[in-house]
């Protein structure tokens, strides 16, 4: 974008709170959390005739000119729903903010709208979902975030089923006013009207002031938003959360107005700005509970984390509720064994900056970002690309540190229970250090050093599978 408006004097800093917490989670949830098909696309792919999706629907729940997306929303009850759970969740976890998915593509508010009709008060749960999860989650110390997609909305529900219930003016409030299909692209010929934008805005203007979240994520494609709305909404929201930060993706605001978000993404080396990833604990391709779930390990987590944090950056970790509000089992063993980790392990995480370099060891890495092409593709196919994935091995270490300790955070036992570490070596970016303990065992870590590395003999047994971190006490 062109950027022709005066955005400077809205420049905002990283605040302290999230360089120092490196670790959150989010929510996505709604009544595409009924069907759990596939993904969290469901609400637009139903509609895309001949789709897996739209098959599947038509299979379990009839024509989409006779059951549409509409018809979720009493299914959605959220009956177990319970944010003082879901704040304890959060805690155990070891994240230090977290947020419900405010609103998705799907123009189903999760919180007391006045704009917006559709949204969890008036309808489904009957439930502030914002509003509750902001009062528990502060209450537990957790800094409180919204995450909004609602400029996906143009075009979301246009349907290749000219039957299709999104058609019929009378469901104009669910879905919209009807639309040519290409609106549906990331970028289309028609961009969105003043109406779209009145109401896109005034959703913002909701959230920012009724819950003052200290993060307002937006996800990607902000580009269909004329520069004037989006220059208002960085305006309404600091104002409403002075000390807050707006995440956003891609260059959807100018540089310097908040914090980068990554999504899915890493970086190979130290940046020298803070930043954010946002990525899945689900282990299908969705962002959202689905039927017959899989989950990444606990173990799979901690490394992302540690990479992420290596490098200034922080991990915002999404897990989906059921329906009815709850998480599934695996989904909350796994974040306890997450939170149990960093219980021990959490200084070499929390209030850490970079050493002079990230790490070293076996696995090259190379930068990654859920692109524009990406989202592009994804639209056109309906579901997610794979992002190259990444295992580190017992020869890979991540490096943080404080003022008083560098710390080592490796993955695995090398081979000979010797971890040798040349960037560590004498007269090298390690000043002095007195001693090094692995965090959770009660021995010191025997060493040496000489002007080719590091040798520490690790113990046999290490307190964490998930990996182990050692405390280098600087003199």
Known sequence: ?????????????????????????????????????????????????????????????????????????????????????????????????????????????????????????????????????????????????????????????????????VYDPANEVFYGPALPLETNRYLPYRMPDKQFNDVWLEKIREVSVKYKPEMLY???????????????????????????????????????????????????????????TDDRLEDNITWCIVQNPKYLSAGKIVQQLADVVSKNGSLLLNVGPCADGTFHPEAVKQLHRVGDWLKVNGEAIYSTVP???SGEGDTVMEDEDYNIERVKQQMKDGIEMESGMYNLTGNDVRFTQTDKAVYIIGFGKPADNILRLRTLRQGGPLGEITSAQMLGAEADIPFTRNEKGMMLTLPEEHPFQEGFVIRLNKA
């Open 218 to 276: 937006f996800d990607s494609r902000l580009l269909i938003i004329p520069e004037e709305y989006l220059h208002e909404a960085a305006r309404i929201y600091y104002e409403a959360v002075p000390d807050g930060i707006i995440s956003y993706k891609q260059s959807d605001f100018p540089d310097g107005l908040g914090l980068v978000d990554v999504e899915r993404g890493r970086f190979a080396q130290i940046q020298d700005f803070f930043w954010q």
């Open 355 to 357: 050493f002079a370099v």
């Open 1 to 165: 974008m062109n950027w022709t408006m005066d955005w400077k004097q809205m420049n905002h800093p990283t605040p302290q709170w999230l360089k120092d917490g490196k670790f959150g989670l989010f929510f996505h949830w709604g009544p595409y959390s009924v069907p759990a098909c596939e993904n969290e696309w469901y609400s637009r792919n139903m509609y895309l005739k001949g789709s897996r999706q739209n098959l599947e629907h038509e299979r379990r729940f009839g024509k989409v000119s006779e059951f549409g997306y509409k018809d979720f929303i009493p299914m959605f009850k959220a009956e177990n729903f319970d944010a003082k759970a879901w704040a304890d969740l959060v805690v155990a976890s070891g994240a230090k903010y977290a947020g419900p998915v405010s609103e998705h593509a799907d123009n189903f508010s999760m919180w007391d709208s006045d704009v917006n009709p559709v949204n969890s008060v008036k309808m489904g749960p009957h439930r502030d979902v914002m509003g509750e999860c902001a009062e528990a989650f502060r209450e537990k110390g957790i800094h409180f975030i919204a995450t909004l997609h609602h400029q996906w909305l143009w075009g979301w529900f246009m349907s290749t089923d000219n039957e299709a219930d």
